[in-house]
Structure formats: C-alpha cells, structure tokens
C-alpha cells in the first residue's frame, strides 16, 4: 500500500516541499508523488540542487530520516466524526462520553494525567475551533475530565453551524507511577 500512498499523495504534504517549493513543483508539472517519481534524478539536481536527490527518493518511499520512538507525548486525545451533523447540546453531550472514556482509557493505561482540557469542534462547513482550559493541578478523575469537557462544550451553545467532529484532548501532561513503597509520585 505504501507506494500507491505515496502517488496519490498531493506535492504540498510531502515532508520538506513548503509552498514555495510546491510552488515551483507545480510549475513544473509536479502536483502529485506519482508526478514527482516520473521525474528523474538529473532533472530533480538540475531544478532543486542539493534538495533533488532527497526528492528523488521520497517519490520511491525511500527516506533515510531517523525513525524516533522516544519521542515524547505532549497530549492525549480522541475525537469522533459523526454520520449526521449535530446541533443541540443533548446529543452532543452524548457524543462526548465515548471520547472522554477513550482518552481516560489512555491515562490509565499509561499512567499520565494533563492539566489542560480542551475541546475541538469541527462544523459542517469544515470550519474548526478549540476551546481549553488549564487547570492549577492535573486531572485526577475521569469526572472531573467530563466535567470540564462539558463545560467547554455549553459555553458554545448555541453553536453557530452544525457540528460534524467533536474532539477532547489533555496537554500539559505529567507521569504518575508509584513508588516502591506504594506511594503515588507526579513526575
């Protein structure tokens, strides 16, 4: 699946081609991976220098950037897009509990906790907002996670579109792990 990925994939979303690289690639004819694998190694040198072979093998799947898996996680988050919009509160709260349980899920199995909630709304007309919270503690309770997140929703009501996608996240995260002698320390 992966080179056909790659092919299908507009110019502008590859890794290193910012707009007025994508610029120039579309004047070129570029607009897509599989635009960019007809190319060849000499014409891509030519047009974009010491950048071209990196292209070249982009186009191929190949990408010789480290791979980091101890990148550190700076939220937790869960969001669902809904087959028909939603526009009252009632059944938006009801959206939110499946969410809330998926991200608390999260901090339990993992041991984390994050001091900002926020809310994402994404409406009909694809339009986005986020709406957070910072909290002088981390949250400790899945309550106090839906609480919160409830609270963020109603100070949008009425909402002016219908809403498609509803996400919560947590930031400002922090590690919880026990001690030897069994006691909870915050990292």
Request: proline fraction near 4%.
């Given at each position: 699946?992966?080179?056909?990925?790659v092919?299908?994939?507009p110019?502008?979303?590859?890794h290193g081609?910012?707009?007025a690289?994508?610029?120039?690639?579309?004047r070129?004819?570029i607009?897509?991976?599989a635009d960019?694998?007809?190319?060849?190694?000499?014409?891509?040198?030519q047009?974009?220098g010491k950048?071209g072979?990196?292209y070249?093998?982009?186009?191929r799947g190949?990408d010789f950037?480290?791979?980091?898996?101890?990148?550190?996680?700076?939220s937790?988050g869960?969001e669902?897009?809904?087959?028909?919009?939603?526009?009252?509160?009632?059944?938006?709260?009801d959206a939110l509990h499946p969410i809330?349980?998926k991200?608390?899920?999260?901090?339990?199995?993992?041991?984390?906790?994050?001091?900002?909630?926020?809310?994402?709304?994404?409406?009909s007309?694809?339009?986005?907002i986020?709406r957070s919270?910072?909290?002088?503690?981390?949250?400790?309770?899945?309550?106090a996670?839906?609480t919160?997140?409830l609270?963020?929703?109603?100070?949008e009501m009425p909402?002016p579109r219908?809403?498609r996608?509803?996400?919560v996240?947590?930031s400002?995260?922090?590690a919880r792990?026990?001690?030897?002698?069994g006691?909870l320390?915050i990292?």
């Open positions: 699946m992966g080179p056909a990925f092919e299908a994939l110019i502008g979303r590859f081609v910012g707009p690289t994508e610029a120039k690639m579309h070129l004819g607009m897509s991976g960019l694998k007809t190319k060849s190694l000499a014409f891509l040198q047009h974009f950048s072979p990196y070249f093998g982009i186009a190949i950037r480290p791979v980091r898996t101890n990148r550190i996680r700076k937790v869960a669902n897009t809904f087959m028909a919009d939603l526009v009252d509160y009632e059944p938006m709260r809330i349980d991200v608390w899920r999260h901090c339990e199995a993992t041991g984390v906790r994050g001091r900002t909630i926020t809310l994402k709304m994404k409406f007309d694809f339009t986005q986020t919270r910072s909290e002088n503690t981390a949250i400790g309770f899945r309550e996670l839906e919160a997140s609270e963020l929703l109603a100070r909402v219908a809403v996608l509803l996400g996240s947590l400002n995260l922090e792990r026990q001690d030897p002698a006691m320390l990292e």
